[in-house]
Nanobody, 121 residues
Framework: QVQLVESGGGLVQAGDSLKLSCAAS????????AGWFRQAPGKEREFVAA???????YYADSVKGRFTISRDNAKNTVFLQMNSLKPDDTAVYYC???????????????WGQGTQVTVSS
């Protein structure tokens, strides 16, 4: 069973940056796809960014040019660097992953508990 633990959330001001981390443990496959999602109050969960074990990336239009997803395979960790944050980016951010099947991923097997990101205006 894969466990994902997010960290790095917090309260920042508009225009600030924040870097989220997602540490994975228990992974039994080397070819993986990982992603970040977010859910704002009263809204559905939405896709933010995805990355493969080889470093291929895919982004939602709303974050292109501001957010960067990366990974450190040696540390089993995926990151989300968020720059030029806006109040609309306020949400609980979740990481997810699973064995690589297709691209962009249509399914994720494992999810973290989430980390709160709040951007004040």
């Amino acid at each position: 069973q894969v466990q994902l633990v997010e960290s790095g959330g917090g309260l920042v001001q508009a225009g600030d940056s924040l870097k989220l981390s997602c540490a994975a443990s228990g992974r039994t496959y080397s070819r993986y796809a990982a992603g970040w999602f977010r859910q704002a109050p009263g809204k559905e969960r939405e896709f933010v960014a995805a990355i493969t074990w080889r470093g291929s990336t895919y982004y939602a239009d709303s974050v292109k040019g501001r957010f960067t997803i990366s990974r450190d395979n040696a540390k089993n960790t995926v990151f989300l660097q968020m720059n030029s944050l806006k109040p609309d980016d306020t949400a609980v951010y979740y990481c997810a992953e699973g064995p690589f099947r297709d691209w962009p991923p249509s399914k994720y097997d494992y999810w973290g508990q989430g980390t709160q990101v709040t951007v004040s205006s």
